[in-house]
């Protein structure tokens, strides 16, 4: 990443059109470099093509200008508190790991970079962070890689010397968001998505210039997350009229939400419901209760066909660093904080969940091996 330094000045500048493809896999360069038409006639103010991580067979890329990436940017700095160096410890070929490199060179620094290619070594983040150079000093990371940083008491002395922590990819579990606010490591919750321009929610909150509509909201507040601001994309590349960028400078995603006195939180997704016995299920929600056991480090919740049901609800489960988990007990934490219909009858303990993108679980991957 480092030899890209003046492709990273040309995005953000504006005078390229660069599509980010992961090094070292021929087969998903061939694939973005054909779904997203590397190569082909592009509008003049494109400066960059970022592929969502969604889970469809065809990918679809985010259409960025110089100046929606230049509003997150300033957008991030007016929030975090101004300017600085950063550690890249995330794939650059995604939205949150190519900002944290964009970020810090508008900055005026030069990034520090980490190999995660053949996974995420905290002792690799200790050397990282040394090396931050800058008046403030900032890293992002999944919710995996922070379990791993808590886990090993040398990387989080070293991560609670930094001035910010974002947090994204996927939704962060209370507990672990706890366990690093105890730490004393300066976390910060991020929301957004490749369409715009990474996080642009920080703990809830959304930055200057962003604004959250709930579409169709329920009588419990529940509602599509629509998000408005200089951020969003101009669309998807070669995905002509699509519905999600109806209106300009406004995204509508595929996310259920409330707003609490101004605070975001996301409920789930509409499109991972769960339909069983009739009643519809939102995994996240169910998520959410597991994760309450401090037995439980990470897990996901999905659908499988169920000749009765229609679906019925099943988790896999990874325990927390010593623990052992009791898929009985795993139940009766649903049960007593939602209902029995939503209680998982399969239970998966599993050594860790496949993910797509940065961070987020592949819960198509967990149906096909759990089926």
Not at 63 to 69: G, K, M, S, V
Not at 291 to 312: H, M, T
Request: aromatic fraction near 2%; charged fraction near 20%.
């Amino acid at each position: 990443m480092l030899d890209a330094v003046d492709d990273l000045h040309a995005i953000i500048d504006g005078t390229i059109a660069a599509l980010p493809v992961p090094a070292g896999d021929p087969r998903e360069i061939e694939r973005l470099e054909s779904a997203l038409g590397a190569g082909e006639q592009i509008d003049d103010d494109i400066a960059l093509v970022i592929a969502t991580s969604g889970t469809t067979g065809v990918p679809k890329g985010a259409l960025h200008t110089a100046a929606t990436l230049a509003a997150s940017a300033a957008a991030t700095d007016a929030r975090l508190g101004g300017p600085g160096g950063w550690l890249l410890a995330l794939p650059a070929h995604h939205i949150a790991g190519l900002q944290v490199l964009l970020r810090c060179l508008r900055g005026g620094f030069t990034p520090v970079v980490i190999d995660v290619a053949r996974g995420f070594d905290p002792a690799d983040l200790i050397r990282g962070i040394d090396a931050i150079e800058g008046p403030r000093r900032y890293t992002s990371l999944v919710p995996t890689q922070l379990i791993k940083v808590l886990d090993d008491p040398n990387a989080t002395a070293a991560l609670r010397e930094v001035d910010a922590v974002l947090v994204g990819g996927a939704a962060t579990p209370i507990l672990l968001q706890q366990r690093a606010v105890d730490a004393g490591i300066p976390i910060v919750r991020t929301y957004g998505m490749s369409e715009t321009c990474g996080g642009c929610v920080y703990d809830g909150v959304p930055l200057d210039g962003v604004g959250i509509v709930l579409d169709s909201a329920n009588a419990d507040g529940v509602g599509r997350v629509i998000l408005r601001g200089p951020m969003v994309a101009r669309g998807y590349r070669n995905v002509p009229d699509h519905s999600a960028f109806a209106v300009p400078g406004e995204y509508r995603t595929d996310d259920l939400g409330r707003l609490d006195d101004g605070v975001l939180s996301i409920i789930g997704r509409a499109d991972e419901a769960i339909t069983t016995g009739g009643l519809t299920v939102v995994p996240q929600v169910v998520e959410a209760a597991i994760l309450s056991d401090p037995a439980v480090a990470e897990c996901a919740v999905f659908g499988l066909p169920d000749e009765r049901l229609g679906e019925r609800v099943v988790a896999a489960v990874v325990p927390s660093t010593g623990a052992t988990i009791d898929p009985e007990r795993v139940r009766a934490v649903v049960i007593e904080r939602l209902d029995r219909s939503a209680a998982p009858r399969d239970v998966h303990i599993v050594d860790g969940l496949p993910l797509r993108g940065p961070g987020k679980v592949d819960r198509a991957a967990l149906r096909r091996s759990l089926s």
